[in-house]
């Protein structure tokens, strides 16, 4: 076998969210269609009409962090570095074991260490980054998540890299592990996305009239935006070869995934070049359409979003699309960590053999035509899964995960 055609597969997951912490726990809120909806925390809301989020509440830092003050790494960062921690002991490895291995870490965020900004009195905002505290400044850049996940496992010799890709960051940041490792450049892979609510993505959405006043109601007719959210998700990516050598659990095999970014417009989505990718990412993957049998969707809940997608998504199916579900129905948006939950929630439900819900759901807008499993999971036997992430910019990036054992005839 030659190293392109080195398969790769999932066997360790850490997730940090709104509706649970670890893969235990997050595939539980999965199923039941728990919503982490409720008023934000994170900042003070006054003169905001809107005020929930999905905030994570029930969050222990990781072993490092711990180790670390208060005023280090910031809420994104530690965030990446124990849902990274978490897939590490879950894959059933330690530091030790992948430092004697060629690693790769690779995580997405749109915002970056941004939170930390909110910490700040309006004089020092106004006196500008200069004046700003050194421990501030320092925790804010976006590569800070990486290195972070770097310094909680000690992995000096690691290659780290931050995707910025804003919504699909998490996408973008697994297909990078997906390719060094068919490559043969690395021996594993700690990919994922990090992001925290903050004020400013809360009010740049809030201006561009996007938030929701209460829940999020992808694909519903009576739909009115997102709700910003918060969290992470990080999975060890390895050869098939060396999971089955060690007798490692495997969750899926990642088959293959698709990029593109059409720079159409900087918010509005593009129907052809959302297509484009998802077409894309079947082709890598070796899978027609029809072998997929389920679409974990971007559905933000936004009237454009929405009815974008679901019609790219119905010109590559030719009509006849499988189930689509939003995982942002429970979720919120939780931007560049979005497509790395939704990849933790593709390998939980297909080794769990069910679909999570779309949540909130009373009736399906008639421009959306597919089945967005309202409000109750269902059971399934699910062999192909497409996680879609559609970012601002036409930043695209889907990725397919199949069950361990074969390919798609």
């Avoid at 700003?132 to 800070?144: C, F, H, L, T, Y």
């Avoid at 119905?314 to 129905?329: A, G, H, I, M, Q």
């Avoid at 497509?339 to 593709?346: H, L």
Wanted: contains cysteine; hydrophobic residues 40%.
């Amino acid at each position: 076998m030659s190293a392109i055609d080195r398969r790769v597969v999932v066997t360790g997951i850490g997730v940090i969210s709104s509706i649970g912490v670890g893969p235990k726990e997050f595939a539980a809120g999965l199923r039941e269609g728990r919503s982490g909806a409720a008023p934000i925390t994170a900042f003070d809301t006054t003169g905001f009409e809107h005020v929930n989020a999905c905030e994570v509440t029930d969050f222990e830092p990781a072993e490092w962090l711990r180790r670390t003050p208060a005023d280090g790494p910031g809420r994104a960062a530690r965030f990446a570095a124990t849902a990274a921690r978490m897939a590490v002991t879950d894959a059933g490895l330690d530091e030790d074991a992948l430092r004697d291995r060629r690693g790769l870490i690779s995580i997405g965020t749109t915002d970056g260490g941004s939170r930390e900004i909110d910490e700040l009195t309006e004089a020092e905002v106004a006196a500008g980054p200069e004046a700003w505290d050194p421990e501030i400044v320092g925790s804010i850049p976006a590569a800070r998540l990486a290195a972070a996940v770097a310094l909680e496992l000690d992995l000096p010799d690691a290659d780290a890299a931050t995707f910025a890709t804003a919504c699909s960051a998490g996408n973008y940041a697994l297909g990078n592990g997906l390719d060094a490792i068919r490559l043969g450049e690395t021996d594993y892979a700690l990919c994922g996305g990090a992001d925290a609510v903050c004020r400013k993505t809360f009010t740049a959405f809030y201006r561009l009239g996007t938030i929701s006043p209460d829940v999020c109601r992808p694909f519903d007719r009576n739909r009115q935006g997102i709700l910003t959210g918060e969290g992470a998700a990080v999975l060890l990516l390895e050869s098939l070869e060396s999971a089955q050598a060690r007798g490692a659990r495997i969750y899926a095999e990642v088959l293959g995934y698709g990029l593109n970014c059409d720079a159409f417009h900087p918010v509005a989505p593009d129907q052809e070049s959302i297509a484009r990718c998802m077409r894309a990412a079947l082709a890598d993957a070796g899978v027609r359409a029809a072998d997929v049998d389920l679409i974990s969707a971007h559905g933000t809940g936004t009237k454009a979003n929405d009815v974008t997608e679901c019609r790219a998504i119905n010109d590559v199916f030719e009509r006849r699309p499988p189930r689509t579900v939003s995982l942002k129905s429970m979720l919120g948006h939780t931007m560049g960590a979005a497509s790395a939950i939704a990849a933790a929630a593709c390998c939980l439900a297909i080794t769990g053999g069910f679909i999570p819900p779309t949540i909130h759901h009373e009736e399906t807008d008639p421009d959306c035509e597919i089945d967005c499993v309202p409000n109750r999971s269902a059971p399934a036997d699910l062999r192909v899964v497409q996680s879609n992430g559609l970012a601002f910019g036409g930043n695209n990036a889907v990725v397919i995960f199949g069950a361990h054992g074969g390919r798609a005839a």
